[in-house]
């Protein structure tokens, strides 16, 4: 079993940055990849960023790409979701997800692809 918090969220201006971290427990930390998920009300869950379980492969969604960095630190159990150049659009509340890396054949970029959630952090940006 894998628990997840996520902090980081907030409100912030457009063009503003945040940095989501995700604190995992219970597991040996790299032996899982990790994602990033959002949801705006009314909308479904949609892929942001994830992560390999050494941090040596990187994807993101196409509507953040160049703006959010997702990096790891193993040592730390840590994963973080750096956002810059933040919009309106990007206002959701954020998961962290998380899967063993022998499940290397689910999808990445769906939200079945994690068998490990938190609880979601929200964060708003004003225009």
């Known amino acids: 079993q894998v628990h997840l918090v996520e902090s980081g969220g907030g409100l912030v201006h457009a063009v503003g940055s945040l940095r989501l971290s995700c604190a995992a427990s219970?597991?040996?930390?790299?032996?899982?990849?990790k994602g990033w998920f959002r949801q705006a009300p009314g909308k479904e869950r949609e892929f942001v960023a994830a992560?390999?379980?050494?941090?040596?492969?990187?994807y993101y969604a196409d509507s953040v790409k160049g703006r959010f960095t997702i990096s790891r630190d193993n040592a730390k159990n840590t994963v973080h979701l750096q956002m810059n150049s933040l919009k309106p659009e990007d206002t959701a509340v954020y998961y962290c997800?998380?899967?063993?890396?022998?499940?290397?054949?689910?999808?990445?970029?769906?939200?079945?692809?994690?068998?490990?959630w938190g609880q979601g952090t929200q964060v708003t940006v004003s225009s």
């Open positions: 992560i390999s379980g050494n941090g040596d492969s990187t």
């Open positions: 997800a998380a899967d063993r890396i022998s499940s290397w054949y689910k999808p990445h970029n769906l939200p079945q692809g994690y068998s490990y």
């Open positions: 219970g597991r040996t930390f790299s032996n899982y990849r």
